[in-house]
């Protein structure tokens, strides 16, 4: 046996990130860690106190996310939530025979779009109503984005999405496609 | 010039030049490239569809049937573009179409002369003999004679989009009734859309000299609109069609966003919307009818709403000495307007016998007229009086005006039928045709002004009490108030063609033959005359040609009836709607770990449920696609193959009931495996049919990882979710995908433990890692999974680690495996090994094959139920003569192979009725020196040693094979255990 080392690709090499236009950006942004949560039955108030107790919140309602300390916790669809920031091996522990605790940390790539017309720029590419009205700060939805399925969450000043690593190259070509229409549109919108 | 000298709403400070068939001529910004035309007295635009009559132009919007051009030059050149929308920019080029060689002398207007032989149902009478002409002589002329503009045929250069808009209330159509609609909701803090096809918002505002609140309508709408766009609730859309309605609020809009601009610059030309809607309002208003008269279809014949638009909006007079012709107010309205732009008005004719004369006109009270003249453009008008006497009143200009049909077809996109309405002579929107649309203003016939702007304010209102929203206040401004005061007028009976539908040249006399013919429900009557068909969709002459049905058979026209108001409302390129569509936008691009290494290494690809997949990796030397896989399969037959196998579907299963529930969807019994073990696994549909296949790794006494085929990843764990949530409720399992959490890559050969064993932190041996075992392992400290299965049929793993390392461990092990003799193979390679082995892939299980099929009978276990179990033990499906998975190889001087081919008994017949079964999959086999291939065969387990033909039609090859039993390659599966 020799002593071998194994590298970590980034999974945006190539893809010319950050990118701008206009009043929007586009730059990486996958969660440290990401890992998912999927209580079994009758256990979603143990899980919920047991990431109480590791610093994060209660689980959280469909389309919410609750913030935490340690960790943020992300609904992310019918009985499975994501745990952003935590580390993997705590939550196994801590959830044994309460949960299914599975790393996704490889499993998504996750990228941030900000802006003034960040909402616009969702318009070309996700079919959701993403008015403050409809989709506040925190909220979090699984949708469609360009013909994928995605993990959407609403940032202060944008959205961050996540795809599936295999989907990030299309993903990133559809964005930046969608941010440079944009700027090319607004001076004949006046804007 | 016919440029008005003042009056308008263009910007007569700017020039700009454009080209119409090669003359240069200027407008100004604000023209349409209809106006400008008529501004420059060019008032013959076009050729007719079938008869080659020469046409101009008839309206002011998008219902225009004859005024349509090619715009731009190359690949950019757009065929049937309406003058009457496009607007004017600098270096506009437009081309006339449908003549040839020019517009004034066009060869085929002889066809006008043959006319009495070429009416309503001409072809199908004329066509028929012999049957197999049509296709390859009639049409392809007939085509060639008849049509509209061409298609560049190259690919379109231009920039197009797709996009989602939500709102509280969409308003469609920004006249008096919209802008009132979107004022009242803007008010109130509604998010609200108002979109209009026009550059401008304002609608018949623009092209009425009317007065709203004491200032002109013109004006008032223009600052109703700045309040609009200055409310961060409103989204104002000009230049937006809304094209059709759908279910629950979805409505579909195209947007010209750069169609009025020399350059787009980046762009989108137009972007198709998706607009999804609390409330609508439909306010689009009213189309003027046409009235038919013979010869009603010359140059200068105009409606008179268009009339008045053009001298009003864009200051252009359609003609020098206009003639006006009605069955309403509107012809004095048009008068007055006329006269006041200073235009000579020579006459108004006025169907009514009581209608009041206007001042300083000859007035004709109870006239028609009853023909025209002016071959390329008008020059006179006959009429016959209210006493039977006749005149010719010289004009080169008529507006005629048959009343207005208001614009019902989004409330009827859902298939309702429109209400008549006797007051009005025309029909309106049916109430909650479309649920949450309704209609205002003149689409819900209400025409005068003060009825627009009151009905839009009630629709609005009405909209904020569903949507919880209190109105605020929004007084109406003062406005006329005229009643609608009309004499239905739908054709003039006489002698001569009196156009119905413009742009097909659809007669009244056409839809009188219909009637004899016995072509008389209005469906009929469509298809029989094509009234109604084309880029217009007959929003002129629909309804006319309904009336005029109605009078023959005696009946009302509620009673005749509409034909059916079908998406989309006006003409969307297919380029707007597939935007994106092309090329490698077609669907989305996913990237294995190794892609690249893979692109590094010049592989040729494939895709395969949405990955591209290497195929082969060709070395130098290597030109044929075959010899790069059978090198490769000799690699991992010899040596050791590396394959990136992270495609394939990995789904993690874990609770209490995990095992039970494996045991429900797998048709073998997975509770019994034991950790650290691996079993092949096989699920049925529901109809007992194959779905898929894979593996099932237990990983601990409540967790499973599953593999399944890269294709069906998705369908089973939709599948899976299914029968947890439905069929299983009360399982207590979980599952989460994790195809795109791990990296993994085959490691297949007799060397594959030799390389691992250089890799790995801790070493494996056949103890540790006997066939079918798995378990963790590290690599340079990195937590992996190792599995030993094989597709292959050689000593052989899979190894799974984190995705981010994917990328280095795939170069690691390819730099291993060159080391001893390997390397990396790609899809064709393992395609070949798979066949080899006897292994199915989705080219067998296709959904028509059950267990029994593919000959793992006893693969479905006895002392459980499984999903499909139940239906794949009905008779049928293990009757002997079923189609059974065999081997095949050649017997005879042919040798080649090819899937898709059918079998055949030896003395049999390629036809449907003796086909055996097909050939699912073949390949040549380097370790065997031959061609081999899986196929079905009718019973044909019990047939090993038979001969039988394998038969491609498409190819025209008839090969004699022997049928085998399988695997081809080491049935005793010694190299597996290494």
Redesign the interface.
């Known amino acids: 046996?020799?002593?071998?080392?194994?590298?970590?690709?980034d999974?945006f090499?190539?893809m010319g990130l950050p990118h701008a236009a206009g009043t929007a950006s586009l730059h990486a942004d996958t969660p440290p860690s990401l890992v998912?949560i999927?209580?079994?039955?009758g256990q979603e108030s143990a899980v919920s106190a047991e990431l109480k107790k590791l610093g994060g919140g209660a689980l959280p309602a469909a389309g919410h996310s609750a913030p935490g300390k340690a960790m943020a916790l992300w609904w992310s669809g019918?009985?499975?939530w994501l745990a952003l920031g935590a580390e993997l091996g705590t939550l196994q522990a801590a959830l044994a025979g309460k949960?299914?605790v599975?790393?996704?940390?490889?499993?998504?790539g996750g990228f941030s779009i900000t802006g003034s017309v960040a909402r616009d720029v969702m318009?070309?590419l996700?079919?959701?109503?993403t008015?403050p009205g409809?989709m506040p700060t925190g909220h979090v939805a699984r949708s469609q984005f360009?013909?994928?399925m995605a993990v959407i969450y609403v940032l202060e000043d944008g959205f961050q999405v996540l795809v599936?690593?295999?989907?990030?190259?299309?993903?990133i070509e559809?964005t930046k496609?969608?941010i440079?229409?944009l700027?090319?549109?607004a001076?004949?919108r006046g804007r | 010039m016919s440029r008005l000298p003042k009056g308008g709403l263009i910007d007569r400070s700017r020039s700009i030049p454009f080209s119409f068939d090669g003359a240069t001529l200027t407008g100004h910004p604000g023209d349409t490239l209809a106006s400008a035309l008529l501004a420059n007295d060019v008032r013959l635009v076009g050729r007719s569809f079938k008869y080659h009559r020469p046409r101009g132009i008839l309206s002011a919007g998008s219902e225009e049937p004859n005024a349509l051009v090619e715009l731009g030059e190359g690949a950019a050149r757009l065929p049937n573009t309406r003058a009457t929308t496009q607007e004017l920019f600098a270096g506009l080029v437009a081309t006339s179409q449908n003549r040839w060689p020019s517009l004034k002398r066009d060869i085929l207007a002889v066809n006008d002369l043959m006319a009495p032989f070429f009416g309503a149902g001409f072809y199908y009478k004329t066509f028929m003999w012999p049957k197999r002409f049509w296709e390859s002589v009639y049409e392809p002329i007939i085509r060639r004679a008849a049509g509209l503009g061409r298609l560049s045929g190259l690919p379109d250069p231009d920039h197009y989009d797709k996009g989602f808009l939500h709102c509280d209330l969409l308003v469609i159509g920004a006249g008096p009734a919209g802008l009132m609609a979107a004022l009242a909701a803007g008010r109130a803090g509604a998010r609200v859309i108002l979109a209009d096809e026009a550059a401008q918002m304002g609608g018949r505002l623009l092209a009425e000299r009317l007065e709203l609140g004491g200032s002109a309508g013109h004006e008032w709408a223009a600052g109703v609109a700045a309040e609009l766009a200055s409310l961060p609730n409103v989204r104002l859309m000009p230049r937006t069609a809304v094209t059709g309605a759908y279910d629950h609020g979805a409505f579909g809009a195209l947007e010209r966003v750069a169609d009025h601009l020399a350059a787009a610059r980046g762009a989108p030309r137009q972007i198709f919307w998706r607009i999804q809607s609390r409330r609508a309002i439909l306010a689009g208003g009213a189309i003027e009818r046409p009235i038919a008269f013979a010869n009603n279809d010359r140059p200068g014949i105009m409606l008179a709403g268009a009339v008045r638009r053009y001298i009003n909006q864009y200051g252009a007079a359609p003609g020098a000495r206009v003639a006006v012709f009605a069955n309403s107010d509107e012809g004095a309205r048009s008068v007055v307007d006329l006269q006041a732009a200073g235009v000579e008005v020579t006459a108004l004719i006025d169907a009514r016998p009581d209608a009041k004369a206007p001042d300083g006109v000859p007035h004709f009270a109870g006239a028609l007229v009853t023909n025209t003249r002016g071959r390329l453009g008008l020059k006179s008008v006959t009429i016959r009086t209210a006493s039977g006497g006749v005149e010719t009143i010289a004009a080169d200009c008529l507006a005629m005006s048959g009343g207005w049909n208001p614009n019902v077809h989004l409330t009827c996109h859902q298939n309702a039928r429109p209400v008549w309405r006797d007051d009005i002579a025309a029909f309106v929107a049916p109430d909650g045709a479309v649920p949450g649309l309704v209609a205002a203003g003149a689409a819900a016939g209400a025409f005068s002004t003060h009825a627009a702007l009151q009905t839009g304010l009630d629709a609005a209102k009405a909209a904020l009490t569903d949507l919880g929203l209190k109105s605020g206040k929004t007084p109406l401004p003062k406005a006329e108030d005229a009643p609608c005061d009309l004499t239905p007028l739908w054709h003039v009976a006489g002698k001569g063609r009196a156009w119905l539908d413009f742009q097909n040249d659809v007669t009244v006399k056409d839809v009188k033959q219909a009637h004899a013919e016995n072509f008389i429900p209005v469906e009929h009557l469509k298809r029989y005359t094509t009234l109604g068909m084309a880029t217009d969709q007959g929003k002129l002459s629909n309804i006319a040609g309904l009336a005029i049905m109605a009078e023959l058979t005696g009946r009302s026209i509620p009673e005749v009836g509409t034909t059916t108001y079908r998406p989309p409302y006006v003409p969307v390129q297919i380029a707007a709607l597939g935007a994106h569509g092309e090329g490698q936008g077609f669907a989305p691009h996913r990237q294995t770990p190794s892609d690249a290494l893979s692109r590094e290494r010049g592989a040729s690809w494939l895709e395969a449920g949405l990955w591209h997949r290497a195929a082969w990796y060709p070395q130098t030397g290597e030109s044929f696609w075959r010899q790069s896989c059978e090198r490769e399969v000799g690699w991992v037959r010899n040596a050791v193959g590396i394959c990136d196998v992270t495609t394939l579907g990995k789904i993690d299963i874990q609770g209490p009931d995990a095992a039970a529930f494996l045991d429900f969807v797998y048709t073998n019994t997975m509770s019994t495996l034991k950790p650290n073990r691996v079993r092949y696994g096989l699920m049925l549909r529901e109809d007992g049919t194959v779905m898929d296949d894979g593996t099932c790794a237990r990983l601990g006494a409540a967790h499973f990882v599953i593999t399944t085929t890269t294709a069906a990843a998705g369908p089973v764990m939709a599948h899976l979710e299914f029968v947890a949530q439905v069929l299983c409720p009360r399982l207590d399992v979980q599952m989460v995908s994790v195809t795109e959490q791990w990296a993994q890559f085959a490691i297949a050969g007799p060397k594959s433990r030799e390389l691992l064993n250089g890799l790995l932190d801790a070493q494996v041996d056949n103890d540790s890692f006997p066939y079918m075992g798995c378990g963790p392992v590290s690599l340079g400290g990195v937590a992996a999974r190792l599995f030993r299965i094989s597709f292959s049929g050689e000593h052989a793993y899979e190894l799974a680690v984190p995705a981010r390392y994917g990328d280095s461990l795939a170069r690691l092990l390819v730099a291993r495996a060159d080391a001893l003799g390997g390397g990396l193979y790609g899809m064709e390679a393992l395609n070949v090994l798979r066949i080899e082995k006897g292994h199915i892939t989705h080219a067998e299980i296709d959904g028509r094959y059950s267990a029994f099929d593919i000959s793992m009978p006893r693969m479905v276990a006895a002392g459980k139920d499984c999903i499909g179990k139940a239906m794949a033990a009905r008779p049928g499906m293990v009757e002997p003569a079923r189609p059974q998975l065999v081997g095949l190889k050649p017997a005879g001087v042919v040798k080649h192979l090819k899937a898709g081919a059918i079998m055949v008994e030896v003395d049999g017949a390629p036809v449907r009725e003796q086909i055996k079964g097909h050939v699912t999959s073949a390949c040549f086999s380097p370790t065997l020196g031959h061609p081999i291939a899986l196929a079905y065969v009718a019973g044909g387990v019990a047939r090993i040693g038979d001969t039988i033909r394998a038969v491609d039609l498409l190819g025209g090859v008839d090969t004699l094979c022997e049928i085998v039993a399988l695997p081809f390659y080491d049935p005793e599966g010694g190299r597996l255990r290494g």
Do not use: Y
Request: proline share 5%; net charge negative; charged share 20%.
């Open positions: 046996m020799d002593k071998i080392t194994l590298t970590a690709r999974a090499t190539g998912a999927a209580p079994f039955a019918h009985g499975q949960a299914a599975v790393d996704q940390s490889d499993g998504w318009g070309r996700c079919p959701l109503d008015h409809t360009a013909h994928m599936m690593r295999s989907f990030l190259k299309t993903a559809d496609r969608a440079d229409t700027a090319a549109e001076p004949i």
